[in-house]
Structure formats: C-alpha cells, structure tokens
C-alpha cells in the first residue's frame, strides 16, 4: 500500500531529548549516526550544525517540505489536545504543560522544516523504511530508532522489530530504541520476545534506564550490539 501524508501525524522530538532518551556521551555525538524514523524531529538539523554526522531515514521524506508543513499545521491542534485530554498519562517536569509542550515540538519542528531541503539536498535525509535499509554494513557507527519500534506495537509484529533491530545492526553494529512502552503507557508487549528472539540470533541486548520521562514509566531504552 502507498504511504500517504494524510496517514502520518507529523511530530517532532528536539536535540536535548534525543540527547537524553538516549544517553549521548560527547563521544557518541562524535559518531557516524543513523536516525531511522526521525520524522520531523529536529536532531540532524542541531547535531549537523555542531559539525556531527547523521543521517536520518523515514517515509515522510519523499514529500516536500511545504507539504510537511501544511500536514504539521492541519494536525498539531488535535494532537495537541488529544494530550490534554490523556494529561495523566504523561510527566510535566521538565516540560510543564500541554501548552509548553506545543512550543517545544513546533520549534523542533521549524527547525526541521528550515534545514530539510538544504539536508535532503546533502543526503542527510533519506526517504527510506524499516525493516529494510539501502545502506552498507557498518556505514554507521550508531543507529537510533525514537519512538516508532515498539511504540507501534499493535501494528507492527514482534518479527518486524527483530527484523528492523537487526538491519540497524547490520549498518550500525549498535542500535538504541527509546520509549519500551506502547502507545497507552503500556509495556511494549513485543519487548520479551525481542530480546529473547535477538540474544538467540548471539545479539547483546541490555534495557538500561535513560534521564527523560515523558511518558510515565517511559524511561528505559533498548542497546542491541552485535557481539
Ligand atoms: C512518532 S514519529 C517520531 C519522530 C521522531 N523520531 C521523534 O521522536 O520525534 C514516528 C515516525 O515514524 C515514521 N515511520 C513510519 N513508518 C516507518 C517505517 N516503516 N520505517 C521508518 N520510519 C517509519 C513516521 O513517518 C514518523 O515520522
């Protein structure tokens, strides 16, 4: 099936939570990096400017930067909403409000949005999906997935997750998955069977707890290396 604008809400994380979903080190930012589904986060375009390597891999990369900006504006009110009305479900520490959290993504976002046709032009935005990626083994030297594995667990089936971790493997030798839970704040129901699945393939896996909390219960990660 095509994969079209109106499906996608468009959603972007900013630098400093990458950051910390992910426990970057100064030496990790240092990195060839793989963003898969980065989406319109604003981490290629931060990290870029700071003379890091990264490129960042989705499907809402074959359309134009107007278009994903028309699309941002026709979805943020609902979604923006819709978390009001799940208020509970997150943690308004470092972000306090719903409305502070509107700010915050729309200025990732923008940020996006200025850098991507310049980016796409340098190939550091590439339309591609998982669980197949069209790069070599170890291009990379780290691939992040933020939110799309094991978020979308009702849509996506354990095989697909060990099939997406191992491709990052593939071109990165370690990949980092942040959140583990699924959408509702649930553990992600695939996450035991992943880990089982990829220490069977000879995988290192560790869950590790990260400094950010958003979602509550939403601060652990998935490190995978081959060994
Ligand atoms: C919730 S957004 C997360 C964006 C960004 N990683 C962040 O945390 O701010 C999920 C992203 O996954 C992308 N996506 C959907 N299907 C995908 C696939 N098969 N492979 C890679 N990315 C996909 C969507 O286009 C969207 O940009």
Redesign the pocket.
Known sequence: MAFTLEK?V????SYDEYVSMFSLSENDLTKKIIG??????SFNSELTHQGGSVVS????YQFSAEELEARIEETYSTVLEQTKKNENEFVWKNIKSPDELGQVRMSAMREFLSDFPAGKEQGRYVEG??PALEFSNKEFDLALC???LF?YSEHYSLDFHVQSITEMCRVAGEARMFPLLELGAKKSRHLEGVVKELRSKGYECSIEKVGYEFQKGGNEMLRVKII
């Open positions: 996608v468009p959603w972007g994380r898969c589904s980065d989406g319109p986060a891999i989705d499907p809402i999906e998982l933020s939110h799309f978020l």
